[in-house]
């Protein structure tokens, strides 16, 4: 009757599949058999709506389908939440030393945590504090260092759940682990920042670095700082949370600011890019998250983030990668790289312009940020280029708002020209 009639010489096995009992693993025994049978059934309605009828379901059935499943997840997470026996020894896991078990404890985890997001947000606020008081945080950190792909994933994917949860739970303990003098788990995430060489999770714990430390994210204070995404519009604020957040804000400069800017920290301003001609795909990707993290501090960290560059050089650093395109130009490099740091430098220096007064402006004008912006009008002038419409919406802006840089400008222009 499972057979289908466009393939009528192939036989699935639909029945060996599913009666195969090495599909069902448990990293901890479950001990209640209704439990147990339910998570069966579960899987058996999951298989058929995905592989026996997933060409052939109407829309009908697949809703009905879709909700049984549901309710059965959430039985069976709020079944195993309310069960302290059994977190308590999944989290034991990672006190021993069978790294196959961590593994797939991980993964259990990761899973556990993606299906808790459907649970009302009571029960989803006790399911998060049970783990984080048996060693959740640990976990996330055995799973971000490990050397297996899959579980950096996971592990991954675990922060992202517990962030769109409440970013501000994380917060608060992240400044806890720094008063105890334990490991945070922001310094976890950007040393895996700087080692990671898959792009796609590169990208991932930058994500959650921006969504940790944007005001929009830490507490609705005005209008102006609405939250970033709608996976925060549940999330019911106190008004003690603008304070424990701008904390936090100010701890992320005095501790970690400068350990994650350490590659643009270490650019050498006489080389004008010379030093960046070599770069591996991970490395452009870290400068071009870098620049893009640094735009959103410019107009959400205010002056901090202005004393911060001051004290590190940073725009005066942001400029040497606004000379690298060259070098990849005259080699012929196919490859757009050079020219992704290029338009994020740039979207950087705009950022900077549009804040309110001559601060940034000024600096940019004595450290000569301004030189390789022309000389990249120059080289792009033959043609047009989301590069060349870019420093030409700039230099419009420039001369709009700021006349005396604007007239400096012309001045160093025609110099160049010449």
Same mark, same amino acid.
């Given at each position: ?5 466009e393939?009528p ?6 029945r060996?599949?599913?009666?195969d009992?090495?599909?069902?693993r448990?990293?901890?025994?479950? %001990?209640d058999p209704?439990t ?17 009828l997933?060409?052939?379901m109407? &829309?009908?059935?697949?809703s009905? @389908? #879709?909700?049984?499943v ?5 039985v069976?997470?709020?079944v195993?939440c309310?069960? #302290?026996?059994?977190?308590k020894e ?7 030393e069978?790294?196959e ?5 991980v993964?259990?985890?990761q899973q556990f945590?993606?299906i ?6 009571p ?5 998060? #504090?049970?783990?984080?008081d048996n060693?959740?945080?640990?976990v996330?950190?055995?799973?971000l260092?490990?050397k ?9 994917d675990?922060v992202?759940i517990?962030i769109?949860?409440d970013?501000?739970v994380?917060r608060?303990?992240?400044a806890?682990?720094?008063? &105890? ?8 995430l950007y040393?895996?920042?700087h080692?990671e ?11 959650c670095v921006r ?11 005005d209008g102006?700082n609405?939250r970033?995404?709608?996976m925060?519009a549940?999330? %019911?604020y106190?008004?003690?949370d603008?304070?424990?957040s701008?904390?936090?804000v100010?701890t992320?400069?005095r !501790?970690?600011a400068?350990e994650?800017?350490i ?14 001609g070599n770069?591996a ?7 071009? !998250?870098?620049?893009?993290l640094?735009s959103?501090?410019?107009r ?7 004393d911060?560059t ?5 725009? &005066? ?5 606004l000379?690298?395109?060259?070098? !990849?130009i ?7 790289s050079?020219?992704l ?9 705009r950022?900077?312009l549009?804040?309110t007064?001559?601060?940034?402006t000024n600096?940019?004008? %004595?450290s000569g ?11 792009s002038s033959?043609?047009n280029? @989301?590069?060349?419409s ?8 420039i ?6 840089e604007g007239?400096?400008l012309?001045d ?7």
């Open positions: 009757m499972l057979d289908d009639a393939f010489r192939h036989r699935a096995h639909h060996e599949y599913l009666s009992p090495s599909k069902f448990q990293v901890i025994e479950i %001990k209704a147990v049978q339910k998570i069966h059934y579960t899987f058996r309605l999951q298989y058929l709506k995905d592989v026996v997933a060409r052939l109407e &829309e009908p059935v697949f009905v @389908l #879709n909700s049984l549901y309710f059965n997840q959430v069976i997470i709020q195993l309310a069960n #302290n026996e059994f977190i999944l989290f034991a896991v990672f006190l021993t069978d790294d078990r961590k593994r797939s404890a993964a259990f985890i945590c993606q808790s997001k459907t649970l009302q947000a029960a989803r606020s006790n399911l998060y #504090n049970k783990c984080a060693g959740l945080y640990d996330i950190e055995y799973a260092l490990h297996d792909i899959r579980i950096r994933l996971a592990g991954a675990v992202m517990a769109e949860h970013p501000t994380l608060a303990t992240i806890k682990q720094l008063e &105890e003098g334990k490991k945070p788990l922001l310094t976890t040393e895996s920042i080692r060489q898959d792009l796609g999770l590169k990208l991932h714990f930058f994500e969504i940790l430390l944007d005001p929009s994210t830490l507490a609705p204070v102006a609405e970033a995404s709608h925060l549940h999330i %019911k106190k008004p003690e603008a304070v424990t701008d904390k936090f100010s992320f400069y !501790h970690w400068a994650l800017c590659p643009l920290i270490a650019l050498n301003e006489e080389e004008k890019g010379e030093q960046l770069l795909a991970a490395d452009i990707a870290v400068y071009v !998250h870098l620049l893009e640094m959103g501090f410019v959400l960290h205010g002056d901090r983030f202005r911060f001051e004290q590190f050089s940073l725009l &005066e650093k942001a400029s040497v990668l000379w690298c395109k060259f070098k !990849h005259k080699l012929g490099n196919p490859l757009p050079s020219w740091i290029c338009t994020a430098a740039l979207r950087f220096f950022h900077c549009a804040v007064g001559d601060a940034y600096r940019m004008m %004595k940020s301004f030189e390789p912006i022309i000389d990249i009008l120059i080289e033959a043609r280029s @989301l590069l060349n870019a420093v030409l919406e700039m230099l419009q802006y001369y709009k708002v700021h006349a005396r007239r400096l012309n160093r222009r025609g110099k160049s020209r010449s």
